[in-house]
């Protein structure tokens, strides 16, 4: 048994064993007596499949910041910007092989979180949690605070008024607060509370309208191609490339998603990776097709500030609304789509701290009637509703990517540890060039991270070190290895 004097440092770094991990997904171990500081016995319900959990990854991708992103982006890089694209696509890609690999091996809720616990120890998943927490919260509500621009160019065009800037701008570009993003966010809190099934099928329909919305402007956009648009290619050089692919990677924060969801699936070993990989080809295409497009229909020199950019360049093309309109009402939905699916990342990895006793077991609490953790998606949902409402958009973008990245990062490292500690584990899927493509991802997230504006780091450092006071104060003490079996647990408690 670890006492609870153990050295310190034994218990920073105490790892959660993986046959453990697995049972308390499936229920095969009991919850604790009553009193203890731990959550209810109730477990979320396998619910998704291959369709909807692609659909997750698809949904908490597309989106996440190609409505909205290139008006920052383009003026970085320019032309280039499609380059920009590459880089964060490959970077996404060589991580997105490792979790595939992770999420076959050990599918539980938690994400990189529950990967770094098994891999790395309590002191790094709890960093780990922390960046994901900030990763998916900030992301939310920077994806939520472009809702309101694309609600003005619908209305403007449909039916010729907007609202106020005061009330649809966030601060920074002329507004005060930003209530339609907060009313989405809300919208998002009340369809997560009824049910996870009822949330992934909605969802996975506005994929399709989102894919079909995306699809259109490529086709419409290339019909005004032009290629001086594209000169100069790269004005800024390579460092406005590199500056541009760090501002654009949060837009790849979906293939996370998926993970996220490891105790809801059916027949996750097959199914995390398959749906992780589809999600990555379906993104990246349509990432670098719209990039190629908007650039090629419009002067880089014009994204600059451009308010609801990819309905203004259906506008300039055509000469007509009813494309922008139509482009409007797609973006509407497809924002929608991303919000409900990263708040629901975030609730997940809430939910797994909070069973592990890293948080504070209301936060694993699920709800009898509906298998969803009310309270911790409410607690969310004000949180990111607040941060939607009064924080500029480009600071919340920034945020995310170094979020994601350093979550990415423990992902590669943890595929290279398990490989080690768990040879013979049971895998549905393995990292193929490994360690090499492990290692190549480790250094493109290094490289990505090195184009962030120094100020982001700052931001971080003050949330790991508001995080650091968590851990000591309370996780520390109320973790529930404290005082557990170091040994592995009997695998053949562990479902398959």
């Known amino acids: 048994m670890t006492a609870p004097d153990a050295p310190l440092v034994r218990q920073l770094l105490r790892r959660k064993p993986v046959a453990r991990l697995i049972?308390?997904?499936?229920?095969?171990i009991e919850a604790p007596p009553p009193g203890t500081p731990v959550a209810s016995g109730l477990h979320l319900k396998r619910s998704i499949g291959l369709v909807q959990l692609s659909a997750i990854g698809i949904g908490a991708t597309v989106g996440t910041g190609i409505f909205f992103v290139l008006n920052t982006s383009v003026p970085e890089a320019g032309p280039a910007v499609v380059v920009s694209f590459v880089i964060a696509?490959?970077?996404?890609?060589?991580?997105?092989?490792?979790?595939a690999e992770l999420a076959s091996a050990i599918p539980v809720s938690g994400s990189s979180y529950s990967y770094a616990y098994a891999?790395?120890?309590?002191?790094v998943a709890f960093g780990v949690g922390a960046c994901l927490l900030l990763e998916y919260?900030?992301?939310?509500?920077?994806?939520?605070?472009?809702?309101?621009?694309?609600?003005?160019?619908?209305?403007?065009?449909?039916?010729?008024?907007?609202?106020?800037?005061?009330?649809?701008?966030?601060?920074?570009?002329?507004?005060y607060v930003n209530v339609p993003a907060m009313v989405l966010v809300t919208l998002c809190c009340l369809l997560l509370v009824r049910g996870t099934k009822e949330s992934a099928?909605?969802?996975?329909?506005?994929?399709?309208?989102?894919?079909?919305?995306?699809?259109?402007?490529?086709?419409?956009?290339?019909?005004?191609?032009?290629?001086?648009?594209?000169?100069?290619?790269?004005p800024l050089g390579f460092s406005g490339i590199g500056t541009a692919a760090s501002s654009i990677f949060f837009s790849f924060i979906g293939l996370d998603a998926v993970s996220t969801a490891g105790e809801e699936v059916r027949d996750p070993h097959r199914t995390l990776p398959r749906a992780i990989l589809i999600a990555l080809v379906v993104v990246t295409a349509l990432y670098i097709a719209v990039a190629l497009a908007a650039v090629g229909a419009q002067s880089w020199t014009k994204f600059a500030g451009q308010q609801a950019g990819l309905a203004q360049i259906l506008r300039d093309v055509t000469g007509q609304t009813w494309p922008s309109i139509m482009f409007a009402l797609g973006a509407i939905v497809s924002i929608f789509s991303v919000t409900l699916v990263v708040i629901y990342g975030q609730?997940?990895?809430?939910?797994?701290?909070?069973?592990?006793?890293?948080?504070?077991?209301?936060?694993?609490?699920?709800?009898?009637?509906?298998?969803?953790?009310?309270?911790?998606?409410?607690?969310?949902?004000?949180?990111?509703a607040l941060l939607a409402g009064f924080v500029p958009l480009d600071v919340l973008a920034d945020l995310t990517s170094l979020g994601t990245l350093v979550a990415f990062s423990v992902?590669?490292?943890?595929?290279?540890?398990?490989?080690?500690?768990?040879?013979?584990?049971?895998?549905?899927?393995?990292?193929?060039?490994?360690?090499?493509?492990?290692?190549?991802?480790?250094?493109?997230?290094g490289y990505v991270i090195s184009g962030l504006?120094?100020?982001?780091?700052?931001?971080?450092?003050?949330?790991?070190?508001?995080?650091?006071?968590?851990?000591?104060?309370?996780?520390?003490?109320h973790s529930r290895l404290r005082g557990a079996e170091r040994p592995e647990a009997d695998p053949r408690r562990a479902r398959p």
Not at 419 to 433: A, E, L, Q, S, Y
Request: with cysteine; aromatic share 12%; glycine share 12%.
């Open 137 to 175: 919260g900030v992301s939310a509500s920077a994806v939520s605070v472009g809702w309101g621009q694309y609600l003005n160019e619908f209305f403007s065009d449909a039916f010729g008024f907007t609202l106020p800037n005061a009330i649809a701008q966030p601060p920074g570009d002329g507004g």
């Open 89 to 99: 696509a490959v970077t996404a890609g060589l991580t997105a092989l490792c979790y």
């Open 453 to 477: 504006h120094p100020l982001t780091f700052g931001f971080f450092a003050a949330w790991l070190t508001g995080a650091a006071f968590v851990y000591f104060g309370y996780s520390l003490r």
């Open 23 to 28: 049972a308390e997904s499936s229920g095969d």
């Open 201 to 234: 099928t909605l969802n996975a329909v506005m994929v399709g309208v989102k894919i079909v919305v995306l699809v259109l402007f490529v086709c419409i956009a290339f019909t005004g191609f032009q290629a001086d648009n594209l000169k100069p290619f790269a």
């Open 347 to 384: 609730t997940r990895i809430l939910y797994t701290m909070g069973r592990d006793g890293m948080l504070p077991p209301a936060f694993a609490t699920v709800s009898e009637r509906t298998g969803t953790p009310i309270w911790n998606t409410v607690v969310v949902s004000v949180g990111v």
């Open 411 to 445: 992902v590669s490292v943890g595929v290279m540890v398990l490989r080690r500690t768990h040879p013979d584990m049971p895998r549905g899927f393995k990292v193929p060039g490994f360690p090499v493509t492990p290692l190549l991802s480790i250094a493109a997230c």
């Open 119 to 123: 891999t790395l120890g309590e002191i």
